[in-house]
């Protein structure tokens, strides 16, 4: 069974920092690109940042606009696990944050919730 549980998420104010963690399973982790998303209220879901997987720019980041200079991902492939650490987070980072991998198939996690408010 395929599985992604999203950790870390919580309640933290403006200039704080805020670590997120996906554990993986189910499927042959280091050959996917993991992605995170999120969905703020009453808008879409956005690309956040994203991993490649081996055989593909092996461990190349991208990052939206938005979050450049603030927030890092990284993955352990030994450990099936992908991190995005958030720092200087800001009220509008307030959202649902999913875990997603690509690759032969698409795997979502449940989502974690980050609150950025004072």
């Known amino acids: 069974e395929v599985q992604l549980v999203e950790s870390g998420g919580g309640l933290v104010q403006p200039g704080g920092s805020l670590r997120l963690s996906c554990a993986a399973s189910?499927?042959?982790?280091?050959?996917?690109?993991m992605n995170w998303f999120r969905q703020a209220p009453g808008k879409e879901r956005e690309l956040v940042a994203g991993?490649?997987?081996?055989?593909?720019?092996?461990?190349?980041?991208n990052y939206a606009d938005s979050v450049k200079g603030r927030f890092t991902i990284s993955r352990d492939n030994a450990k099936n696990t992908v991190d995005l650490q958030m720092n200087s987070l800001k009220p509008e980072d307030t959202a649902v944050y999913f875990c997603?991998?690509?690759?032969?198939?698409?795997?979502w996690g449940k989502g974690t919730l980050v609150t950025v408010s004072s």
């Open positions: 189910g499927f042959t982790f280091r050959f996917y690109a």
């Open positions: 991993i490649t997987g081996d055989g593909s720019g092996g461990g190349s980041t």
């Open positions: 997603n991998a690509k690759g032969r198939w698409d795997y």
